[in-house]
Every structure is written in structure tokens, then in C-alpha cells.
């Protein structure tokens, strides 16, 4: 059974940095694509990055483009996201994601992904 376990979050300063992460388990991670995604109060869950079976590709929201750094440690199965310069519209529950198969191309939207992690709270504060 496939598991994602989220870790990292906390509350920190506009202007700052943290890095979330993801470990994975239950089958080969090196397999599937990994996507970041964040939901915000009252907003729909929203497409943030994702990044291709051994890390050669990434692609990023307009919106974090230039602060968030996706990246991955296939021998450890965790999938990262380092977060700079957060502004308060950052502020979200940020969950990882996979797919069901094996997928060669990156994947942007959540419909695609199957697999959920519980997510992990990241407040930027003014």
C-alpha cells in the first residue's frame, strides 16, 4: 500500500524560507512522477510543482516559479520542496502526490495524481 508522510511545516516570517518533505513507501519510488500541491481556507487545492521519475524535469506554478525548489532523494524515497521568499498568500496545507502508474511525462493537474499525502501546514505570517 502506498504511503506519503509529509514533514517540515511551521510558521514562519514573509521574507523566509522552509523546506517540506515527503518520504514514500509501499513500492519503487523512483518509479513515479511526485507533484506538490496546497489548499488554502476556502480555496480549492491548487498545483504547485512536480518533478519526472529520476529528477531530470520539473515544472512550477506561475506563482512560485523562481522561489520554490522541487527536488528529490530517490535512495531515500523523499521528495522535497524548498520554499523562499514565502509571502502570506503562500499560507496553505501543502500535500505531496502520486500517480497509480508509471507515467513518463510531468503532471500538473491533481486529477492525475491518486495517491494523497495527509498534508502539512505552512503559515506565512505579515
Known amino acids: 500500500q502506498v504511503q506519503l508522510v509529509e514533514s517540515g511545516g511551521g510558521l514562519v516570517q514573509a521574507g523566509g524560507s522552509l523546506r517540506v518533505s515527503c518520504v514514500a513507501s509501499g513500492r519503487t519510488f523512483s518509479n513515479y512522477v511526485m507533484g506538490w500541491f496546497r489548499q488554502a481556507p476556502g480555496k480549492e487545492r491548487e498545483f504547485v510543482a512536480a518533478?519526472?521519475?529520476?529528477?531530470?524535469?520539473?515544472s512550477y506554478a506561475d506563482s512560485v516559479k523562481g522561489r520554490f525548489t522541487i527536488s528529490r532523494d530517490n535512495a531515500k524515497n523523499t521528495v522535497y520542496l524548498q520554499m523562499n521568499s514565502l509571502q502570506p498568500e503562500d499560507t496553505a496545507v501543502y500535500y505531496c502526490?502520486?500517480?497509480?502508474?508509471?507515467?513518463?511525462?510531468?503532471?500538473?493537474?491533481?486529477?492525475?495524481?491518486?495517491?494523497w499525502g495527509q498534508g502539512t501546514q505552512v503559515t506565512v505570517s505579515s
Open positions: 502526490a502520486t500517480t497509480r502508474s508509471v507515467r513518463i511525462t510531468i503532471l500538473n493537474s491533481l486529477y492525475e495524481y491518486d495517491y
Open positions: 518533478i519526472s521519475r529520476l529528477g531530470s524535469s520539473t
